[in-house]
Nanobody, 125 residues
Framework: QVQLVESGGGLVQAGGSLRLSCAAS??????????MGWFRQAPGKGREFVAA????????SYADSVKGRFTISRDNTKNTVYLQMDSLKPEDTAVYLC????????????????WGQGTQVTVSS
């Protein structure tokens, strides 16, 4: 019913930048009803909250580990959420997952109704 498809991952050197995209679609899915977020999961580790944005972009949340380096945004005309990642570090290496939920605080707390498959980000030193 709801599909979240991430793109933009890849291999980048430390200090470099990447922009991830997540395109949302579904027969009964109304993009503006949903807050969106990004999570990441490194090998052998659990899912970690990265960033979240409310329906109109007026409320943002970031994990301390990425604050000042990553920026979340959304384009409601394209049903797409973005994660701009600057000053990347090797410890940012992970599979990055897109998520959607009706309430931004739930995403900040690690929960979401819908999840994408993820896109790999690898940062070399």
């Amino acid at each position: 019913q709801v599909q979240l498809v991430e793109s933009g991952g890849g291999l980048v050197q430390a200090g470099g930048s990447l922009r991830l995209s997540c395109a949302a679609s579904g027969r009964t899915f109304t993009f503006t009803f949903y807050a969106m977020g990004w999570f990441r999961q490194a090998p052998g580790k659990g899912r970690e909250f990265v960033a979240a944005i409310n329906w109109n972009g007026g409320s943002l949340s970031y994990a301390d580990s990425v604050k000042g380096r990553f920026t979340i945004s959304r384009d409601n005309t394209k049903n797409t959420v973005y994660l701009q990642m600057d000053s990347l570090k090797p410890e940012d290496t992970a599979v990055y997952l897109c998520a959607a939920d009706r309430n931004r605080p739930r995403i900040v707390g690690g929960e979401a109704d819908y999840w994408g498959q993820g896109t790999q980000v690898t940062v070399s030193s």
